[in-house]
């Protein structure tokens, strides 16, 4: 059975242990003691070094931890352990933060944690709140910061589970329970390495509220973590001050102000560019030569897009003329547009029909103006031949 040393001290990163097993490679290790943190209880595990190797991984086996290390070692060798302090400790502050968080959420709100995650950059709980006001954020954010602040003394002990009385969450385990509170705040079983005493936690910021199976998932980062996100978060709003030209304060509602005028400007645009078309279809229709019984006809080639709005409108109005036929085709994706005059002498929605279920593809129409699309563009030479001939 392995010794948890950071159970009763989470601030020690080195240590000496015996090898107690190994696998024949010697990269799976278990030690009569350690200092490692095996993954659980939705903290990661440590990494650091065993003898001079690096450690990867560690797994909890309950009765054993397994450390997975880039090197080999032997039963019966005594060898020093070291731990990334930087790393261990952060997450130390996460985890703390997430014991203060539950906690406040508890108090202020009757939510539950239901569970936990300490992400690479993010961490997060899920609350059984069906949503989160931004108020009630504010007001948890605050009492945690004001918690930290009275560094309240972080501890742990050992007791019977039979015995125990006021945990945040019932553990559900027999036995002795490794308990640890926050003074008159919290009292939770947890396996986990925490601070010392609230203070170290630096401080908790709360982010991104997500709905999750009908509860809400809560993003926060503690700490160095909680000054660099800030950070981030800081340059980010800057930049966008910056193009603003604005105070931050101004900038929500200066780039929604932009965004109506943009919606505005297109809108503008697209009116201009159908009025643009159809000026198009009109000078098509005029510079167009006449065919041999009179009819106008033009093709409109294109190698990709679709066949939209625009096209419509120019193909309506060169069909505004005398004896006209206005046809647009694209490559990709294989489209056909079929457009005639009333006065044409042919029923574009039925002959495009027609045309279309031959080359096995689809479409149809009115008299006047009819649309389809093709499996390839193969079959549009074909066609195109076709009304050529008309
Ligand atoms: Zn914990």
Same mark, same amino acid.
């Given at each position: 059975m392995t010794e948890r040393l950071y159970y009763s001290d989470a601030h020690l990163t080195s240590f000496e242990a015996k090898v107690v097993e190994a696998d024949q490679a010697g990269t799976r290790v278990v030690l009569d003691r350690t200092a490692f943190y095996p993954t659980s209880g939705g903290q990661p595990h440590d990494l650091g070094t065993l003898g001079g190797f690096p450690v990867v991984e560690v797994i909890d086996e309950e009765e054993r931890i397994v450390h997975v290390i880039q090197g080999a070692l032997a039963v019966d060798q005594t060898v020093s352990g070291s731990i990334d302090a930087q790393r261990r400790f952060d997450h130390m502050q996460q985890h703390s933060g997430q014991h203060l968080l539950s906690a406040v959420f508890e108090e202020l709100f009757g939510w539950q944690t239901l569970s936990f995650h300490l992400g690479e950059e993010a961490s997060t709980i899920e609350l059984s709140a069906a949503a989160i006001e931004p108020v009630a954020?504010?007001?948890?954010?605050?009492?945690?910061?004001?918690?930290?602040?009275?560094?309240?003394p972080i501890s742990v002990a050992f007791e019977d589970a039979a015995q125990v009385t006021g945990l945040r969450k019932d553990s559900g385990r027999t036995g002795t329970l490794r308990i640890v509170s926050i003074t008159d705040c919290d009292r939770s079983?947890?396996?986990?390495?925490?601070v010392s005493a609230t203070g170290q936690?630096?401080?908790?910021?709360?982010?991104?509220?997500?709905?999750?199976?009908?509860?809400?998932r809560l993003e926060f980062y503690c700490g160095m973590r909680a000054v660099r996100r800030t950070r981030e978060e800081f340059e980010?709003? !800057? %930049?966008?001050? =910056?193009?603003?030209? +604005?105070?931050?304060?101004?900038?929500?509602?200066?780039?929604?102000?932009?965004?109506?005028?943009v919606k505005e400007a297109d809108k503008t645009r697209r009116k201009l560019a159908l009025e643009l078309a159809g000026l198009r279809g009109r000078a098509l229709y005029q510079e167009c030569e006449a065919g041999e019984a009179g009819r106008k006809m033009y093709v409109d080639r294109r190698a990709t897009g679709p066949l939209d709005d625009e096209v419509r409108a120019v193909a309506t109005n060169f069909c505004a003329g005398p004896n006209a036929v206005f046809v647009a085709v694209s490559n990709a994706p294989p489209a056909i547009l079929l457009a005639a005059s009333a006065d044409a002498g042919l029923h574009a929605?039925?002959?495009?029909?027609?045309?279309?279920? !031959? %080359?096995?593809? =689809?479409?149809?129409? +009115?008299?006047?103006?009819?649309q389809g699309s093709l499996p390839s563009a193969d079959a549009l030479e074909t066609i195109l031949e076709r009304i050529a001939h008309l």
């Open positions: 954020l504010r007001e948890a954010e605050e009492r945690v910061n004001a918690l930290i602040g009275e560094n309240r079983a947890c396996g986990g390495t925490h936690i630096g401080s908790v910021i709360l982010r991104k509220v997500e709905k999750i199976r009908g509860n809400t980010a709003l !800057a %930049a966008v001050a =910056r193009q603003l030209s +604005s105070p931050f304060a101004d900038a929500p509602a200066l780039v929604a102000a932009l965004q109506e005028q929605g039925n002959l495009l029909k027609e045309m279309l279920q !031959a %080359a096995g593809g =689809r479409g149809g129409g +009115s008299a006047q103006s009819a």
